[in-house]
C-alpha cells in the first residue's frame, strides 16, 4: 500500500485493502489490525494531499 500511494495510485491502496479484508475473513479472522488500517488511510490522505 505504501509503494502504490507513494505512486498516487489511491485506487490501488484501496484495493489491496479491500484483497486483504476478503482474504481475512476466508481465513476467520475479523479485520485488518488498526495499524494497516492507519497505513491506508496515511496512503490515501497523502495522495489526495499530493494530487489537488
Known amino acids: 500500500m505504501r509503494i502504490h500511494g ?3 495510485r489511491p ?3 484501496r484495493r489491496t485493502l ?4 476478503n482474504r ?3 481465513l476467520g479472522e ?3 489490525s488498526e495499524a494497516t488500517c ?3 488511510a496515511r496512503q490515501l490522505k497523502s495522495s489526495v494531499s499530493t494530487h489537488r
Open 6 to 8: 507513494r505512486l498516487g
Open 18 to 21: 479491500h484483497l486483504l479484508e
Open 30 to 32: 475479523s479485520e485488518p
Open 38 to 40: 492507519r497505513v491506508a
Open 11 to 13: 485506487d490501488a491502496v
Open 24 to 26: 481475512l475473513a476466508e
